[in-house]
């Protein structure tokens, strides 16, 4: 059996050089290493080998099978190589490139998004993210959202068939964020997309853009949000801008406030615009979250916090002038080159 293998060894090698494209190699390895190949007939007889050399017949086949499978492999890698190489012939891929091509930019969006980030960064924010496929829990009920809830009807709501939904909202992230850090202070930040069933026109898409801030500690207070929000927007809007705090209704804050900016227009009387929707963390949500991580980081009778959520591509059309939310995802190049 030893000098079978070691003429089948010889006799495979030869064949493999001789092999000239894939075809021929692909044949001599069904020959060989296939199913009623002749490496795979030789290594039934092991059955029938003397036990005192069996050791010895079994490392001499396994030393022809990977000589064989190697040369395989490196005989394909010279074809591939060779394919490659033939490919790009007549390419010189030394030419210079085409000047006057011009630079592109970066999108509204993307560049109010930067603004932001960098603004709430330098303020001590961290970023944090969490799923767009969320389940019940995350986006509504630990955000003390209850069942009957309009926002959780299938009419306004993206469910999937598992039950889980397409968040309408990125305060998800809050609760993602809360049930897995280790301490406080809880001071982050999360862009991303969150998904409506509106009804397409000039300022509503299915998906949007928002950013939600969250900051949790010991004495955390509604003067903090005040001052954290009104510096976010002067950065933003320019150092005069007013914003104001309207009284509004969150589940999941309490006290609850729409923040409006206003708008000076030329000629025009000046006009509050509804930009963000804040409030103080409601107690139900730390409990919610108390539930799931089984410890008292968040006991309620412990410490506060602020939460917002504002919508970015709101920003970016207040900020541009826009004044259709579509004009942001058509890729209309007049419009984009104006940014
Ligand atoms: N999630 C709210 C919305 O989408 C905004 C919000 C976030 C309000 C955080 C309060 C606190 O309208």
């Not at 210079?96 to 630079?103: A, V």
């Not at 900020?319 to 190049?333: K, W």
Request: aromatic share 8%; net charge negative.
């Amino acid at each position: 059996m030893l000098s079978d293998l070691t003429s089948l060894h010889t006799e495979a090698l030869t064949a493999l050089d001789a092999a000239s494209d894939e075809t021929a190699l692909e044949a001599l390895r069904i020959d060989y290493l296939g199913k009623k190949g002749k490496l795979t007939a030789l290594s039934s007889g092991m059955k029938d080998v003397p036990p005192d050399i069996k050791k010895d017949v079994g490392a001499k086949l396994n030393e022809v099978r990977t000589a064989i499978t190697d040369g395989i492999t490196s005989r394909q890698l010279a074809f591939q190589a060779a394919k490659d190489a033939a490919s790009v012939s007549g390419l010189d891929i030394t030419l210079p490139g085409r000047p006057g091509q011009g630079t592109g930019s970066l999108h509204p969006l993307t560049q109010i998004r930067h603004l932001a980030i960098s603004t709430l960064r330098r303020m001590g924010f961290a970023l944090a993210e969490g799923p767009e496929i969320e389940t019940e829990w995350h986006c509504f009920d630990a955000l003390n959202t209850p069942a009957d809830h309009p926002a959780r009807n299938e009419s306004d709501t993206f469910y999937l068939n598992d039950g889980r939904l397409l968040r309408t909202h990125t305060s998800s992230v809050q609760i993602r964020t809360m049930e897995t850090v280790k301490q406080l202070p809880v001071r982050i930040i999360a862009p991303g997309a969150a998904y409506r069933r509106d009804e397409i026109d000039a300022t509503h898409l299915s998906v949007f853009n928002q950013l939600e801030g969250l900051y949790v500690d010991k004495d955390v207070s509604l003067a903090d949000l005040k001052g954290t929000l009104e510096y976010f927007f002067r950065e933003i809007f320019g150092p005069k801008t007013a914003v104001r705090f309207r009284p509004h209704f969150f589940p999941f804050t309490e006290p609850s406030f729409e923040i409006d900016v206003k708008l000076e227009a030329k000629g025009k009387e000046d006009r509050w615009i509804e930009i963000a929707g804040c409030g103080m963390v409601d107690p139900a949500v730390f409990e919610a979250v108390g539930q799931t991580r089984k410890d008292t980081l968040f006991d309620p009778t412990e410490i506060t916090g602020f939460a917002f959520g504002l919508g970015l591509d709101r920003l970016a059309m207040i900020l541009h002038g826009i004044t259709d939310i579509r004009h942001l995802i058509e890729n209309d190049l007049r419009f984009l080159r104006q940014f």
